[in-house]
């Protein structure tokens, strides 16, 4: 069974909003960190966002005012809100977790952005 799993992704145009989700198969405040990254084509895996189990959250400097992280305990998801998408942002999002020195990562959801 897959520990997290991405959903959301989709073609979307400039200037639009999109939320992917990420459902975790255990209670999510197991985890020390929960959070997104992204990669795009013939790119290395970039940080976008994350929240600790205690709610502390970071945002990577360029992203902040478009992206934003959140979770829901009780449904064991994690999600992230984009508005104003650029084509900048098209990307694999993939959702991660660690428990101490141990990552997780999803499969990851496909998002593009495009007129």
């Known amino acids: 069974q897959e520990r997290l799993m991405e959903s959301g992704g989709a073609l979307v145009r400039p200037g639009g909003s999109l939320s992917l989700s990420c459902q975790a198969s255990?209670?999510?405040?197991?985890?020390?960190?929960m959070g997104w990254y992204r990669q795009a084509p013939g790119k290395e895996r970039d940080f976008v966002a994350s929240?600790?189990?205690?709610?502390?959250?970071r945002v990577a400097d360029s992203l902040k005012g478009r992206f934003a992280i959140s979770r829901d305990g009780a449904k064991r998801m994690l999600y992230l809100r984009i508005i104003n998408l650029e084509p900048e942002d098209t990307a694999i999002y993939y959702c991660?977790?660690?428990?101490?020195?141990?990552?997780?990562w999803g499969q990851g959801t496909q998002v593009t952005v495009s007129p």
């Open positions: 255990e209670n999510i405040f197991n985890f020390n960190t």
């Open positions: 991660h977790a660690n428990i101490l020195s141990t990552n997780y």
């Open positions: 929240m600790n189990a205690g709610g502390k959250i």
